[in-house]
């Protein structure tokens, strides 16, 4: 599991090789990222400028905010959440396909 909550110019990638249930990537409220998140499951409390590629399932929570496509297998979005973007669902060849393309770069501010 990975917990963000601040900010960030670049891309988080938490792509493991294995199939544990605990690949989690939690964007916490007072992240602001700008830039593309992928992670099997995700929870977004704060904002992100960028593409979301979420390979299992996406939870965008009230407060979250994002300025960017969401590429998703499974979603659930809260009253209080806000997107501005295309959404695309990804089939479970699609999501295995983008699982094998892992990177993670980014500088901290």
Known sequence: ??????????????????KHKDDVLVIGPNAKIIG?????QIYVLGDIEGNIYSLGEL??????????DIHYN???????SKVNGRFNHLSPEESTANNSNSS???KNK
């Open 74 to 80: 499974l979603m659930e979005m809260s009253h209080g």
């Open 104 to 106: 993670t770069s980014g």
């Open 36 to 40: 593309n998140i992928s992670a099997k």
């Open 59 to 68: 939870f965008l929570l009230p407060g979250s905010s994002i300025q960017g």
């Open 1 to 18: 599991s990975v917990y963000f909550d601040g900010k960030l110019k670049g891309n988080i990638a938490n792509n493991s090789s294995t």
